[in-house]
């Protein structure tokens, strides 16, 4: 049978048919377009965001480049602005968040997922949930008057006798400093990588596990030689998560870690986080440097959580799927 | 794995070792939220009486008064937040879950994903140039903004799991007998999810009514009532904020007091939104 | 749709309520004893942000105000003299406050020429959380400038007990506290430790916000005063107010004429009457000559446009900063401030008379 090319095959079509495009009717489309309108505002905050801050830190980026990152001098009076203190202090204490939240979190999601008596999950887990619903000015009242003197009176002149060799744990003890800080952070961010790897871990395949039970492991053996190996990108992911979580905590942070801008070693000693500068002298930064310094501060900020959020999830899809409603 | 009975042994101490030190991470994990929920209702019941939620705050340095205006404050702001992050996060929300096998969609999911993460300050950064730069005052309306901006992932995201949880059976019933397909979308499926998504809007709302930064430069503070949404206006966190770096023992009560009232809305409206899902959600 | 149209109901009424302006009702609650005075009957708001130097004063102020005119009310949030001369600056507030001078560069930036207006004097003190001291701690400007430089860091440093022979000074280290906001109070303190060391004016400087050598940061006096009480052997500057309301000591300073001064209002004035006021309304009073003055003192201002935009609100705050300048004045000792000289007060008037509103003086 020849195929003539001189007939069309398709019914001919309404100028409306024709318009109307994929959809049936005119509500249809409607709400098409109204629903794409609304979801694509989202891309469109997003990228106003860092737009207005890039426009925001223009002046300074201007003015001190690159050195903005590696120049430690933030003096107002003179007006020399340099963010490395403010990337140190975020760093740091993320990073002593992380190493006293990591194994912790990692204890709970292995407990409420292979340990744990079927009946207590549901509980523990909404306890341990319970942490993230604290909102952060509570825990920074908290970190005030009820951890600062704890460390101030008891951990702090315990560390300096047993480990004061180490430069980590010397200096004066205020209570208040990087270790608060760290503290306080990993309260918060454990929830986070907890229930991120409770998920990951929850998505090892059942095959897996049972393979191990069968050739005689013990309940940690299972743990260790299936699901780990398995759920190990997912764990980094969820750890990063957690990470980006930290770098971007401002009130309990700025109620504990001290401020100010000093790049030091010990642990006891005051620091100053990118969040925390902003929250402290955004409102009364006089001068059109000191803000658009400020504005560049925040666009860093913005643009690292930014970054580890992306490679988190991009970690944490390989394994298994996050938790629902998208909050973390 | 080596099966001897003497590994059997030394395997068997390691598995129990692990597992005690797993429960002690856990408990360790939960020290810190019974001595904060300790501190705050120890120290702020007593803070708490009738003056506290219907009066101003005195002159510095003298004691009484109380939070009135942070309370309403704080339901205002939550009040703004939903008005304006709600309705669009719903509705993007259903884009997704209706269309959201495109490019476009993909891109909208991760915007979704990628704002949630978001340092909450930036967000208040951004709002004050935005609103407050350009009205020329703080104001609550500024504050509700900024914190729907914050709401807005949340909400997407839920609405977009929920209805993709409903039974395709019921939109080709509606369509089947001859229902347009925005109205099945809208009428049913939508109402059908509603109770889930009534839930995710709860826990959005409690992680929005403690949060701090982004008020800083939008809705200001207040010592006096604020009229209309024009002002700037007190809140509750704003509030424990200023209170507990001030030498004043009174503000530190009322600061207690303040997160007592606040742990307890976020707490209620967590253990609410556990409750109502329970039989929905497969539990972990 | 989702909600039965009942639940929609009264969730916007609720909201609606929440929402209403409901100025008179609520002005009443809040002052039970309104004494029936007011000329306006319209309710106007106005909103000012600055110094936390001047907060206990202008707090209790805008409570007497409100309570004499029930339908103006004064919001002031302290969140610094930095934050007072950038929003005025940028029109967010109705008024400003500060107590450190504008700078030229700043009254550039503004839409409009910017008054300074003196509303009371206050001082800077030094006070401290030492258990050990019985008696007030014994300073003098080199040895504070050394503390605060970081050279001497500890109590019971030899140049400390030099000036405190009967004091039991503990071995422990100093913990100094300082402002991290944009402070008026630290601008009068810097002005004061750049006067009397030249190490310090060389390597540190004056200003709202300084790179300070050491210490721990906090926010507003209000923040510096909590740390003071909270944290031991730490020492603070702060607006004499804080530290009285706070029941902290305060330290003797030995001031020019080489006395040793504890701050008291005698001591305030004594400082400002040595120090004539120029016509633009400001001028610093730090390490005055005076035999009986107290060296770290300074006057604090509020900043008005000299047109207002709004004649309702120019009109308020013009005749609201006449009040301050007279029947204002009495709450100033109470409250650990000193009244203004009788020789200022009338400077004021004159440059009060000359607010407007587009053009139409005001008062």
Redesign the interface.
């Given at each position: 049978m020849t195929v003539r090319s001189d007939v069309s095959l398709s019914r001919p079509r309404s100028k409306l048919q024709l318009a109307l495009g994929r959809?049936?009717?005119l509500?249809?489309l409607?709400?098409?377009r109204?629903?794409?309108l609304?979801?694509?505002?989202?891309?469109v905050?997003?990228v106003?965001?860092a737009v207005?801050?890039a426009m925001?830190s223009k002046l300074s980026f201007a003015a001190f480049g690159l050195g903005f990152i590696t120049s430690t001098d933030w003096d107002p009076v003179r007006e020399q602005f340099g963010g490395l203190p403010f990337v140190f202090g975020t760093i740091v204490s993320s990073l002593v968040a992380l190493l006293i939240a990591v194994?912790?979190?990692?204890?709970?999601a292995?407990?409420?997922?292979e340990?744990a008596h079927p009946r207590l999950?549901?509980p523990?887990?909404?306890?341990?949930?319970?942490?993230a619903?604290?909102?952060?000015?509570?825990?920074?009242?908290?970190g005030?008057?009820?951890l600062a003197p704890w460390l101030r009176e008891t951990v702090e002149p315990l560390l300096a006798k047993t480990l004061g060799f180490l430069p980590f744990f010397q200096g004066p003890q205020r209570g208040f400093g990087m270790l608060a800080g760290g503290i306080i952070l990993a309260?918060m961010i454990?929830p986070t990588i907890?229930s991120v790897s409770?998920e990951v871990m929850?998505a090892v395949p059942a095959a897996l596990r049972e393979g191990a039970i069968g050739?005689?492991?013990?309940?940690?053996?299972v743990v260790r030689v299936a699901v780990l190996p398995y759920a190990k990108s997912g764990l980094v992911g969820a750890t990063i998560?957690g990470l980006?979580?930290a770098?971007?905590?401002?009130?309990a942070i700025t109620?504990v870690i001290g401020n100010r801008a000093e790049i030091s070693a010990s642990l006891f000693a005051p620091s100053y986080t990118m969040?925390s500068v902003?929250?402290n002298e955004?409102?009364e930064a006089t001068g059109q440097l000191y803000l658009s310094a400020l504005?560049e501060v925040?666009l860093l900020?913005?643009a690292v959580?930014?970054v580890?959020?992306?490679f988190a999830?991009l970690l944490v899809w390989r394994v298994g799927k996050l938790p629902?409603?998208?909050?973390? | 794995?080596n099966?001897g009975s003497a590994t059997y042994w030394r395997?068997?101490l390691?598995?129990r070792v692990?597992?005690w030190?797993?429960?002690?991470?856990?408990l360790?994990?939960?020290v810190?939220?019974a001595?904060?929920l300790y501190?705050?209702v120890v120290?702020g019941v007593g803070g708490l009486n009738l003056e506290f939620f219907?009066?101003?705050p005195?002159?510095?340095?003298e004691s009484g008064g109380g939070m009135g205006n942070a309370v309403?404050g704080t339901?205002?702001l939550v009040?703004l937040a939903c008005?304006f992050g709600i309705p669009?996060g719903i509705?993007?929300g259903?884009?997704?879950a209706?269309?959201g096998h495109s490019q476009?969609?993909r891109?909208?999911r991760f915007?979704?994903?990628?704002?949630?993460?978001?340092?909450?300050?930036?967000?208040g950064?951004?709002v004050?140039?935005?609103v407050?730069?350009t009205t020329?005052?703080?104001s609550?309306l500024a504050g509700g903004i900024a914190l729907a901006?914050l709401m807005?992932?949340?909400v997407?995201?839920?609405t977009e799991?929920l209805l993709k949880l409903v039974p395709e059976s019921l939109r080709e019933a509606a369509l089947g007998l001859g229902v347009?397909?925005?109205?099945a979308?809208?009428?049913i499926m939508?109402?059908t999810a509603?109770p889930g998504?009534?839930v995710?809007i709860m826990?959005?709302v409690?992680?929005v009514?403690?949060?701090?930064?982004p008020l800083?430069?939008t809705a200001?503070?207040?010592?006096?009532?604020s009229?209309?949404?024009d002002?700037?206006t007190a809140s509750l966190?704003v509030n424990?904020?200023?209170n507990?770096?001030?030498?004043?023992e009174d503000w530190?009560r009322q600061?207690?007091a303040a997160?007592l009232v606040?742990?307890l809305t976020?707490?209620v409206l967590?253990v609410s939104a556990?409750f109502l899902v329970r039989n929905r959600?497969r539990?972990? | 749709?989702?909600f039965g149209r009942r639940e929609l109901l009264v969730l916007a009424a609720g909201?609606s309520l929440?929402?209403?302006?409901?100025?008179p009702a609520?002005?009443d609650?809040?002052s039970p004893n309104a004494a029936p005075v007011s000329s306006q009957a319209a309710p106007v708001?106005l909103?000012g942000?600055g110094a936390t130097f001047p907060?206990?004063l202008y707090?209790?102020w805008?409570?007497e105000y409100?309570k004499q005119f029930p339908n103006i009310?004064i919001?002031?949030?302290s969140i610094g003299s930095g934050g007072g001369i950038r929003q005025i600056i940028?029109?967010?507030?109705d008024f400003g406050a500060t107590d450190a001078p504008m700078k030229d560069d700043e009254s550039k930036q503004a839409p409009g020429k910017l008054f300074h207006i003196p509303t009371t004097i206050g001082a800077v003190v030094l006070t401290y959380n030492v258990p050990e001291l019985t008696s007030a701690l014994k300073l003098s400007p080199e040895v504070l400038a050394d503390i605060y430089l970081g050279k001497i860091k500890k109590w019971n440093d030899p140049k400390i007990v030099a000036d405190n022979a009967d004091a039991k000074l503990p071995a422990k280290d100093i913990g100094i506290s300082y402002r991290t906001d944009g402070s008026g109070t630290t601008n009068v303190f810097t002005d004061y430790l750049s006067a009397v060391s030249p190490e310090w004016k060389d390597k540190v400087g004056a200003g709202k916000s300084v790179k300070w050598p050491a210490g721990l940061g906090?926010?507003?006096n209000?923040?510096v005063?909590?740390q003071?009480?909270t944290t031991p052997y730490t020492i603070g500057y702060t607006e004499r107010?804080?530290a009285t309301?706070?029941q902290?000591p305060m330290a003797e300073l030995k001031n020019k004429a080489g006395k040793f001064i504890a701050p008291t209002t005698a001591a305030m004035s004594a400082a400002a009457e040595g120090v004539e006021m120029p016509p633009e309304l400001y001028v610093s009073l730090v390490n005055s000559a005076a035999e009986a003055a107290y060296p770290i003192t300074g006057y604090t201002y509020l900043l008005v446009y000299a047109d207002a935009k709004d004649p309702a609100k120019g009109e308020a705050i013009a005749k609201y900063l006449w009040w301050g300048l007279h029947d204002g004045q009495k709450f100033a000792e109470g409250?650990d401030y000193a009244p203004l000289p009788t020789k200022v007060v009338a400077l004021v008037e004159s440059r009060l008379k000359e607010l407007s509103a587009s053009g139409k003086k005001l008062l």
């Amino acid at each position: 049978m020849t195929v003539r090319s001189d007939v069309s095959l398709s019914r001919p079509r309404s100028k409306l048919q024709l318009a109307l495009g994929r959809e049936a009717n005119l509500g249809d489309l409607a709400f098409r377009r109204i629903t794409a309108l609304f979801a694509g505002a989202m891309i469109v905050l997003l990228v106003w965001m860092a737009v207005e801050m890039a426009m925001a830190s223009k002046l300074s980026f201007a003015a001190f480049g690159l050195g903005f990152i590696t120049s430690t001098d933030w003096d107002p009076v003179r007006e020399q602005f340099g963010g490395l203190p403010f990337v140190f202090g975020t760093i740091v204490s993320s990073l002593v968040a992380l190493l006293i939240a990591v194994p912790i979190s990692l204890g709970i999601a292995i407990y409420l997922s292979e340990l744990a008596h079927p009946r207590l999950r549901t509980p523990m887990g909404f306890l341990v949930e319970l942490l993230a619903a604290v909102p952060s000015v509570v825990y920074g009242l908290w970190g005030v008057f009820a951890l600062a003197p704890w460390l101030r009176e008891t951990v702090e002149p315990l560390l300096a006798k047993t480990l004061g060799f180490l430069p980590f744990f010397q200096g004066p003890q205020r209570g208040f400093g990087m270790l608060a800080g760290g503290i306080i952070l990993a309260i918060m961010i454990t929830p986070t990588i907890s229930s991120v790897s409770r998920e990951v871990m929850r998505a090892v395949p059942a095959a897996l596990r049972e393979g191990a039970i069968g050739l005689g492991a013990t309940r940690w053996e299972v743990v260790r030689v299936a699901v780990l190996p398995y759920a190990k990108s997912g764990l980094v992911g969820a750890t990063i998560l957690g990470l980006g979580r930290a770098l971007g905590e401002t009130m309990a942070i700025t109620m504990v870690i001290g401020n100010r801008a000093e790049i030091s070693a010990s642990l006891f000693a005051p620091s100053y986080t990118m969040a925390s500068v902003i929250a402290n002298e955004f409102t009364e930064a006089t001068g059109q440097l000191y803000l658009s310094a400020l504005a560049e501060v925040g666009l860093l900020l913005f643009a690292v959580t930014v970054v580890l959020n992306i490679f988190a999830r991009l970690l944490v899809w390989r394994v298994g799927k996050l938790p629902e409603g998208g909050q973390l | 794995m080596n099966l001897g009975s003497a590994t059997y042994w030394r395997r068997h101490l390691i598995d129990r070792v692990v597992r005690w030190l797993c429960v002690l991470g856990t408990l360790v994990a939960l020290v810190p939220l019974a001595s904060v929920l300790y501190y705050v209702v120890v120290r702020g019941v007593g803070g708490l009486n009738l003056e506290f939620f219907t009066e101003l705050p005195k002159p510095v340095g003298e004691s009484g008064g109380g939070m009135g205006n942070a309370v309403v404050g704080t339901l205002k702001l939550v009040g703004l937040a939903c008005l304006f992050g709600i309705p669009p996060g719903i509705l993007a929300g259903v884009y997704l879950a209706e269309f959201g096998h495109s490019q476009f969609a993909r891109l909208v999911r991760f915007s979704a994903d990628v704002m949630s993460g978001v340092p909450s300050i930036t967000v208040g950064l951004f709002v004050y140039s935005l609103v407050v730069v350009t009205t020329k005052h703080f104001s609550a309306l500024a504050g509700g903004i900024a914190l729907a901006i914050l709401m807005l992932p949340m909400v997407t995201r839920t609405t977009e799991e929920l209805l993709k949880l409903v039974p395709e059976s019921l939109r080709e019933a509606a369509l089947g007998l001859g229902v347009p397909k925005w109205r099945a979308t809208l009428r049913i499926m939508l109402r059908t999810a509603a109770p889930g998504i009534a839930v995710g809007i709860m826990l959005a709302v409690a992680r929005v009514a403690g949060e701090t930064a982004p008020l800083l430069f939008t809705a200001f503070n207040n010592r006096f009532w604020s009229s209309g949404v024009d002002e700037p206006t007190a809140s509750l966190s704003v509030n424990i904020y200023t209170n507990a770096v001030s030498p004043y023992e009174d503000w530190h009560r009322q600061a207690w007091a303040a997160a007592l009232v606040l742990l307890l809305t976020v707490l209620v409206l967590n253990v609410s939104a556990r409750f109502l899902v329970r039989n929905r959600v497969r539990v972990r | 749709m989702f909600f039965g149209r009942r639940e929609l109901l009264v969730l916007a009424a609720g909201f609606s309520l929440a929402c209403s302006k409901s100025a008179p009702a609520e002005a009443d609650k809040a002052s039970p004893n309104a004494a029936p005075v007011s000329s306006q009957a319209a309710p106007v708001a106005l909103n000012g942000a600055g110094a936390t130097f001047p907060n206990p004063l202008y707090s209790k102020w805008n409570a007497e105000y409100n309570k004499q005119f029930p339908n103006i009310r004064i919001n002031y949030q302290s969140i610094g003299s930095g934050g007072g001369i950038r929003q005025i600056i940028a029109g967010t507030v109705d008024f400003g406050a500060t107590d450190a001078p504008m700078k030229d560069d700043e009254s550039k930036q503004a839409p409009g020429k910017l008054f300074h207006i003196p509303t009371t004097i206050g001082a800077v003190v030094l006070t401290y959380n030492v258990p050990e001291l019985t008696s007030a701690l014994k300073l003098s400007p080199e040895v504070l400038a050394d503390i605060y430089l970081g050279k001497i860091k500890k109590w019971n440093d030899p140049k400390i007990v030099a000036d405190n022979a009967d004091a039991k000074l503990p071995a422990k280290d100093i913990g100094i506290s300082y402002r991290t906001d944009g402070s008026g109070t630290t601008n009068v303190f810097t002005d004061y430790l750049s006067a009397v060391s030249p190490e310090w004016k060389d390597k540190v400087g004056a200003g709202k916000s300084v790179k300070w050598p050491a210490g721990l940061g906090a926010k507003g006096n209000e923040g510096v005063t909590g740390q003071v009480k909270t944290t031991p052997y730490t020492i603070g500057y702060t607006e004499r107010a804080y530290a009285t309301q706070n029941q902290l000591p305060m330290a003797e300073l030995k001031n020019k004429a080489g006395k040793f001064i504890a701050p008291t209002t005698a001591a305030m004035s004594a400082a400002a009457e040595g120090v004539e006021m120029p016509p633009e309304l400001y001028v610093s009073l730090v390490n005055s000559a005076a035999e009986a003055a107290y060296p770290i003192t300074g006057y604090t201002y509020l900043l008005v446009y000299a047109d207002a935009k709004d004649p309702a609100k120019g009109e308020a705050i013009a005749k609201y900063l006449w009040w301050g300048l007279h029947d204002g004045q009495k709450f100033a000792e109470g409250l650990d401030y000193a009244p203004l000289p009788t020789k200022v007060v009338a400077l004021v008037e004159s440059r009060l008379k000359e607010l407007s509103a587009s053009g139409k003086k005001l008062l």
